[in-house]
């Protein structure tokens, strides 16, 4: 599992804030927070099904999802109603992961795709982060090691949950057959596996799997 460090101006925040301090009681001691995150990154045709999914209901009261055809629900996901923006899940690292972690998981040069996970680590304004980024596509076989070298325990082996079987929603079974019988537009697949996110967790011949998948 690869690691690494990227140090910023949080450092510089920190140190002037001990500056500030010393002058107070020798009992006072500036500590920094620490945070130890874990977040799992999925192909992108994938989590935006799941996304649309899971959210449709929520996001429809009164519709039923099952009186959609196929066409309907590609118009909508074309539309990009799985997330608050059509690139939402694309733009993540960028508009939420490095504002708030300083992580820039695209600067640290290539994922270690072989692996399957990598932890990342920053400052920021006197807080460390700790990021563990794992590959839905291989969690059975990395998350446990994975995970234990990250925490430093003996973790013990995950269960599998399925939040489409397990919701309220009732959406399981149109999910499955609209994944195993709809052919999705090739030039929306394309622009998703042609994506930084992507290329930056996926190989080539990876994404061309995905693009065979979903385009029949």
Known sequence: MRRQHVPDG????????????????????????????????????????????????PRNPGVNIHDLSDEDIIE??????????PTFHLDWWDIEVAPMTGIDVYGYGEFPIQDGSAVYSAD???RHTDLLVMRQEDLRSVARAALSDYYGIEVPELARVN???????NYADRYAQFKAEASL??????????SRYAQFFYSPE??????NKWVR
């Open 163 to 169: 939040t489409a079987e397990d919701s309220t929603n």
């Open 185 to 194: 537009p090739e030039d929306w697949v394309t622009a998703q596996m042609n």
């Open 206 to 211: 990876e994404r061309e799997a995905f693009t």
């Open 124 to 126: 920021l304004k006197g």
């Open 10 to 57: 949080g450092n510089q925040f920190f140190g002037d804030h001990v500056a500030r301090t010393r002058g107070r009681a020798a009992t006072a001691r500036v500590v920094p927070e620490v945070f130890k995150v874990v977040s799992v990154v999925r192909e992108p045709v994938a989590i935006n099904l799941s996304s649309f999914f899971y959210n449709f209901v």
């Open 76 to 85: 909508r996901l074309k539309k990009g109603e799985s997330f608050s923006s």
